[in-house]
């Protein structure tokens, strides 16, 4: 007494059996250009979503001063900005960085130096020789979003 509800689907199935090799191609196309499609959006959308925040880091006769004193993980661009006399650079070493440093910055000059920090405590200061021991040291601590205070 009871019909199968699924009886009429039959009739597509048997269709679908007798596609030319022509339309099966190109699916396979479309199927391939969907696939890099979406990687495209995948990597697009990771580079938009990984913006760094932006610290300014003055840098006098010898002395650094950070526009920003609480951090949290993930990506920085330092500007190391010379207001100073002499050249200066800016270095920053921690967990994760091997030799993350400018090049040497002139007077009146600025440059970039992009670095992504980690949980823990980094060094800031300047390489030329002599001027992290005359003041231009700045220990910067990393923690998981609340801010602990400065001591
Ligand atoms: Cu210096």
């Keep these: 007494m009871t019909t199968p509800p699924t009886a009429p689907t039959r009739h597509r199935a048997g269709r679908t059996a007798i596609l030319p090799v022509a339309a099966l191609a190109a699916l396979a196309t479309l199927a391939a250009l969907a696939t890099a499609g979406s990687l495209w ?7 938009a ?6 610290v300014k880091a003055t840098e006098t006769d010898f002395h650094i001063a950070l ?16 207001k100073g006399m002499v050249t200066h650079a800016l270095e920053i070493t921690g ?9 040497n ?9 992009t670095v992504t920090l980690k949980k823990g405590t980094y060094d800031v200061f300047c390489p030329v020789p002599g001027h992290k021991a005359l ?11 609340t ?5």
């Design 49 to 54: 979503s990984s913006r760094p925040t932006v």
């Design 135 to 145: 003041g231009m040291n700045v220990n910067i601590r990393v923690g998981s979003g």
């Design 105 to 113: 910055i002139e007077p009146g000059q600025r440059t970039k130096l």
């Design 67 to 82: 526009s920003k004193h609480s951090f949290g993980p993930g990506k920085y661009t330092f500007v190391a900005v010379n």
């Design 95 to 103: 967990p994760g960085l091997s030799k993350s440093n400018t090049k």
């Design 147 to 151: 801010s602990g205070s400065a001591g």
């Design 41 to 47: 959006a995948l990597t697009g959308a990771a580079g």
